[in-house]
């Protein structure tokens, strides 16, 4: 197991990230393997996503070093009702610190956040290919729930989409 980089700060996100966020967030989005989106969406929309998360406390988690961020990992909650109890993962680490434990870190930081918010249920949607990724979500407990077939169109090309989840220990049987 690699741990994070000496001096690699795992924090919540703040209003003052919210520029280097977007770049980072376009940054990953462009290399249009991994995610559903190919950009990041206009800094407005990009604002106001983590402004709402953070005044309605939804984890974002962001990875500092050296002055940058370099990774991000966000919990979107599903709703009201019968959804309250879910969030949905969204993450990357920029691609010069990948393979270094800045994900792990990432991940362990918004799931124990998750958990703190009375979240019972962690869900998520990844490429088949995308191997790291399922990697380190099978490390850390999600399972595998099923594959959406031909559910993203992206540069011409339908592509599957797997989906998997984690349960909080008190809803697990
Ligand atoms: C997925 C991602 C966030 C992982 O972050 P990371 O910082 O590279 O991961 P870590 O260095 O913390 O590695 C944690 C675990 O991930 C897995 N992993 C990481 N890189 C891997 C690779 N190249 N091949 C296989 N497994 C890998 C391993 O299980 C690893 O555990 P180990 O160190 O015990 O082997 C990162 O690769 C990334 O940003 N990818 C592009 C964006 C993306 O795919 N986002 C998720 C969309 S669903």
């Not at 870190?105 to 949607?125: G, N, P």
């Not at 490429?127 to 559910?151: C, V, W």
Request: proline share 5%; aromatic share 6%; glycine share 10%.
């Amino acid at each position: 197991m690699t741990t994070p980089p000496a001096g690699c700060q795992v924090r919540p996100i703040r209003e003052a990230d919210i520029d280097s966020f977007r770049e980072l967030l376009d940054a990953v989005a462009s290399e249009r393997k991994f995610l559903g989106s190919t950009r990041a969406p206009p800094l407005a929309s990009v604002r106001d996503f983590v402004l709402e998360h953070i005044a309605r406390h939804q984890p974002q988690q962001v990875a500092e070093l050296e002055g940058e961020l370099v990774g991000w990992a966000d919990i979107t909650c599903r709703g009201e009702g019968a959804t309250r109890h879910i969030g949905t993962l969204g993450m990357g680490v920029r691609r010069d610190r990948r393979g270094c434990g800045i994900g792990r870190a990432l991940l362990l930081s918004v799931i124990d956040a998750s958990w703190q918010q009375q979240l019972k249920r962690i869900e998520l949607e990844v490429f088949p290919d995308n191997t790291p990724a399922i990697s380190l979500y099978e490390q850390l407990g999600f399972e595998h729930e099923g594959r959406m077939r031909k559910a993203r169109l992206l540069d011409g090309h339908y592509r599957d989409v797997c989906g998997m989840a984690l349960l909080h220990p008190d809803i697990r049987s």
